[in-house]
Every structure is written in structure tokens, then in C-alpha cells.
């Protein structure tokens, strides 16, 4: 008797234990074209406490620049970067008409939502773009994906927010969906939320560097303010632990201000802000990118993503260790040659190939182990006199990320 008595209190107070552990949970917010010298010189208190408490760098958008990643420094070019942790090479969205998004190269939230179909997600946003097309909401193309709080559309809806000359319905509805996120956090504590806050873009678009550009970025932290006093207050009353991500989704040119799409480095500087403390030396020493925010969501809520998909995505997580980064690669008559940054020095790296982009379309590649060399020797050289082709596709596999380096005829020495 008094052993069945003892193993139920051992399952009692094992179950009181887990009905105790802290969920994960995590917003990433995208603050419309602010490039990184404007944001640092700003009175923005909420960011800056923001940064304070877990880390500031800046990033950069637009691919790898001169390659076949350039990407441009567009608004809907850079949310999908952010969602697929990819360039515009793979997910396809060129300009902000998003005419045909790749949907082979998954976004967070499907990726969250297919592990953790309990899990609740929501979107707060201008545009129904960023749900009914990027995210692809209820596509079969994306497993009918759908969401769980929502709150967009508002710019259709001329009656309430009418279209002014100075874009002032666009800061209307900033200040509606940011109340909308602020409040669904405090109420319902969703596990992944995206928050879209366009008016700071609008006011570059108009005036350039100005004033008005401040008054909208101080707008816009008192937006983002409400939306971490409603973090706290789940942190404080729920066994929960948030993460928040805050940046920009691109530059602006140099010499007004009102411009981007290029690829001058005013245009490619960004930033990103997170609450998140340990942050990796990548993340500190390095310059990140768009593409490993989506990897470093996945990180922190425990999103597990299989191999032939983690091969494809551009980023790497923030969160946790890196062994190497900045990958390149060069077609020297009937050899390869591969460089790469070693962040770390231990361990060994293997050498992928594949000579075709099936997963592009839908399919698998298959992939064939060229060598298994020292991280620390940061370039190895092959033949591939034996396998020639117009087009191949390199994975290098280290102690602790992948990394990818498309190769073309033209990417000659």
C-alpha cells in the first residue's frame, strides 16, 4: 500500500511539475523601411529598453550582392525573406505585386502550425497581403493553412479610414492593429504572431529624412510599447516565456531618402532588435540577415525542421551555436572551389552535391557526398570533369548548421 501511495504522488507531483513548465512563446514585428542610421539616432525609449534587456545589431537585406540571391530591397521581397529564411532565388516574390510565391519553401507559421496544430497563430496587419498571399492562407499549396487571430483588411475599408492625401488612414490603422495585437497578447497569449507597422515606410516614401519620418518612427514606438506592456503582463500572471523580434524590411537610399529597391549599402542596412539575451557570437560579430530570423523562430519554439528542407533555407539561427557562415563558390574550368567563414574552428564539414533544383519545383534532390574535410581549412577545391553541368547545388554540413551556395556555368572565377 504505501508503495502504490508513493508512486502516486511521484505521478501527482509529476504532473503538477509539467502543468508548471513555461511555454514559448514569440512575435516578430516589422517596422516599415527604416534604415539602421535613422533608428540609432532616434528617441525611441520602448526599442531601446527593448534592446537593453537582450541584444541590438544591425542586419542586412538583398542577398548576396553580384549573385544569384541579389534580392531586391523591396517591403513584400523582404517579409517573405523573413518567413521562408530565404532569398528571392528560391521564394519567388519580386516585387510587392507577389504574383507567384514558391510555396515549396514553407513560412514559419506553416512549419509551426503542422508541428503544433493545436498551437494558436495570429497576424496583425495593413495588408490582407501578408496573410492571403505570403503566408497563403487556406491554399491548398500550403496545407490550408490558417490562422487564428486576425486582424487586417482595414485599408479596404474606406468608410472608417478614409484615403487621405498625407497617408494619415495608414497611421490609423497602424495604431488599430498594433491595439489588436496588444490586446489579443494580453487575452488569449497566441504562441506566434506577426505584427505589420506601415506608416514609418509611407513618410520616408514622402518626405525623405524629416521630421515626419521621426514623428512616425515615435508613433511607432509607442505602437511597439503597448505590445511589450502586454508581454510583460503574460510573463508576470503566465507560466510563459516571450520572445520578441523587431526590424526593419529595408534601407533607403542615400541621397533622400524616399527610395529603395537598390542595392547601395543605405539601402541594404537594416536591424534587428530582440529581448532575446544570449545571442550568438554571429549574431554580435557578424551582420545577419533577414533569412535567419525565420530559423531562429523556429530555434526558440522548438520547430523542428527536416533535413532536406533545412538545407534549403538561406539562414541560420541566432539562438544557437554556428560553425560557419558567408559560403561561396566558383566554377574554375572543370573544378569547383568552395569558401567559408569558420565561426567555429572543432569538428569536420561535409561536402553535398547535386547537379539538379528538383525542390524548386516540388521534388527531391539527390545529394552526393563529395569530401568530409576540417571546418578550420575554410576552402576546399574538386573536380568536376566527371560530372559536368550547367547548374549545381552545394550543401556544406557543419558540426552545428548547414549552409547552401548555388553554382551556375557563369559563376566563374
Known amino acids: 500500500m504505501t508503495r502504490i501511495l508513493f508512486t502516486l504522488i511521484i505521478i501527482w507531483v509529476s504532473c503538477m511539475v509539467k502543468a508548471q513548465e513555461r511555454q514559448k512563446k514569440l512575435i516578430f514585428i516589422i517596422a516599415d523601411g527604416i534604415p539602421a542610421d535613422v533608428i540609432e539616432k532616434a528617441p525611441v525609449p520602448t526599442l531601446k529598453s527593448i534592446a537593453a534587456s537582450g541584444a541590438y545589431t544591425r542586419a542586412h537585406v538583398g542577398g548576396e550582392k553580384g549573385t544569384y540571391s541579389e534580392t531586391p530591397t523591396i517591403s513584400a521581397v523582404g517579409y517573405n525573406s523573413l518567413l521562408t529564411g530565404t532569398w528571392v532565388n528560391k521564394h519567388n516574390v519580386w516585387d510587392n505585386d507577389i504574383k507567384d510565391p514558391n510555396y515549396n519553401y514553407w513560412t514559419i507559421f506553416r512549419f509551426f502550425k503542422q508541428q503544433f496544430p493545436q498551437k494558436k497563430i495570429g497576424i496583425f496587419s495593413t495588408w490582407t497581403d501578408n496573410r492571403t498571399k505570403l503566408a497563403g492562407e487556406s491554399m491548398t499549396q500550403t496545407g490550408n493553412l490558417k490562422f487564428d487571430y486576425v486582424a487586417d483588411g482595414f485599408e479596404l475599408d474606406t468608410f472608417r479610414y478614409p484615403h487621405d492625401r498625407d497617408s494619415r488612414y495608414i497611421h490609423l490603422i497602424d495604431e488599430k492593429v498594433s491595439d489588436e495585437a496588444a490586446a489579443t497578447i494580453r487575452n488569449h497569449g497566441p504562441d506566434l504572431s506577426w505584427l505589420y507597422l506601415e506608416y514609418t515606410d509611407d513618410m520616408g516614401h514622402r518626405y525623405g529624412d524629416s521630421p515626419q519620418q521621426l514623428q ?78 525565420m530559423p531562429s523562430i523556429a530555434s526558440w519554439l522548438g520547430v523542428e525542421i527536416p533535413r532536406e528542407q533545412r538545407v534549403e533555407i538561406d539562414g541560420v539561427s541566432f539562438l544557437d551555436p554556428v560553425s560557419i557562415d558567408r559560403v561561396q563558390g566558383f566554377l574554375a574550368s572543370d573544378s569547383i572551389q568552395i569558401k567559408w567563414n569558420a565561426l567555429e574552428k572543432n569538428g569536420s564539414l561535409k561536402i553535398w552535391l547535386a547537379r539538379t533544383n528538383e525542390f524548386y519545383q516540388g521534388g527531391r534532390d539527390q545529394y552526393q557526398l563529395i569530401s568530409e574535410i576540417p571546418v578550420s581549412k575554410q576552402e576546399y577545391k574538386f573536380s568536376v570533369k566527371n560530372i559536368p553541368s550547367p547548374f549545381y547545388k552545394i550543401v556544406l554540413e557543419a558540426p552545428h548548421n548547414f549552409s547552401n551556395v548555388w553554382i551556375k556555368a557563369d559563376n566563374k572565377k
Not at 226 to 239: G, L
Not at 257 to 268: F, I
Not at 287 to 292: H, K, M, N
Open 216 to 293: 512616425a518612427i515615435d508613433w511607432l514606438d509607442g505602437q511597439v510599447s503597448r505590445v511589450w506592456d502586454a508581454i510583460q503582463y503574460r510573463t508576470k500572471n503566465y507560466p510563459e516565456d516571450w520572445v520578441i523580434i523587431i526590424t526593419t524590411d529595408h534601407g533607403r537610399d542615400s541621397k533622400s531618402g524616399r527610395n529603395h529597391g537598390g542595392q547601395s549599402d543605405r539601402e541594404r542596412t537594416t536591424w534587428i532588435i530582440t529581448n532575446y539575451k544570449k545571442v550568438n557570437p554571429y549574431f554580435t560579430k557578424e551582420l545577419p540577415g533577414i533569412v535567419d530570423i
